[in-house]
């Protein structure tokens, strides 16, 4: 069943009414009435913008999510297989774009292989889960840059200068920090979603998929910090801040003295990102387009 396209509360509540809540991930993507009520929501650090002022559907929501896991599962599927989206899961409402750079990465570490096509597995299922529920009103997969957006994202760290380039392929090491660049971006612009649902089931399955980006992001920090690569995640940290506004959203992963693995604020809390906060990040603070996304994303809020 396709998620419905319409705000319709009347609509959203006979749906919400007969679902079977035990039903899962299914039930998730068959009830999101999420409606006018996510407006506020969307807005930088609480507030609605201007631009996202109107109304906005559950499939709005979802599919500004799934551009992300497009990302994602490009990026994880070319490093652990070489390979990446199958052509039937890429097609959709708007310009299907294509993707520039990625290869398979040499890993030396078996754990850390093992960890990344666990990793991959889970963001292909993301992507196939949404456009599941979504159906033919699941947008296409925008054009993804995985070469020079890497490149750029890591000279506004600081780790590379000048004509250098960063090979976010080249070896595991690289890998991992390229993964930091955005793997916590996922965690925190799922979490900005959750003021959006007010059913108990339904905030229960996305509490479970937020819950696997957190995994992720966790896997990568912890072992970033066991490779002691604390300079190198501050600076992505620190890139990653100047990007999303003046607010303090990110950390690194601590240093020799001190693990900074769950970044939280002071009650202990993950932090949320808004739509224009994620946008800017991906971006690498673009306007409207540009970093890993160079043509911008599909869907209602490109």
């Keep these: 069943m396709e998620i419905p396209m319409t705000d319709a509360t009347s609509a959203v509540a006979a749906e919400a009414a007969r679902v079977d809540w035990t039903a899962g991930r299914r039930a998730f993507l068959r009830t999101c009435g999420l409606a006018a009520a996510g407006a506020a929501a969307l807005g930088v650090a609480g507030r609605p913008t201007a631009a996202l002022a109107a109304p906005v559907s559950d499939a709005d929501v979802l599919n500004f999510a799934l551009n992300l896991e497009y990302l994602e599962a490009e990026f994880y599927l070319r490093a652990t297989t070489g390979v990446g989206l199958d052509d039937s899961d890429t097609g959709g409402v708007g310009d299907k774009g294509g993707v520039k750079g990625g290869r398979k990465v040499k890993f030396d570490t078996k754990a850390i292989k093992l960890y990344a096509e666990e990793i991959a597995g889970d ?54 920090l390229a993964s930091f660049i955005f793997e916590d971006v996922g965690v925190t612009a799922y979490k900005g979603a959750a003021p959006l649902l007010t059913d108990k089931g339904l905030l229960e399955a996305a509490a479970g998929i937020l819950g696997v980006e957190a995994y992720h992001a966790g896997i990568i920090r912890t072992l970033l910090f066991q490779m002691g690569q604390f300079e190198q995640a501050q600076a992505i940290s620190d890139a990653r801040d100047s990007l999303d506004g003046d607010s303090n ?54």
């Design 123 to 176: 963001e292909l299922a993301h992507v196939r889960f949404l456009r599941a529920g979504l159906g033919s009103a699941a947008v296409a997969r925008p054009q993804i840059n995985l070469k020079g957006s890497f490149t750029a994202a890591a000279k506004a760290a600081g780790l590379v200068k000048g004509d250098q380039e960063f090979d976010a392929f080249a070896n595991e090491t690289n890998f991992l």
């Design 249 to 302: 959203l990110d950390k690194g992963i601590g240093d020799k003295k001190e693990a900074d693995l769950v970044p939280t604020d002071k009650n202990g809390v993950a932090f949320s990102r808004s739509v224009p906060q994620v946008k800017a990040i991906v971006y690498l603070g673009g306007e409207a387009k540009g970093g890993f996304y160079p043509k911008g994303i599909n869907g209602a809020f490109a």
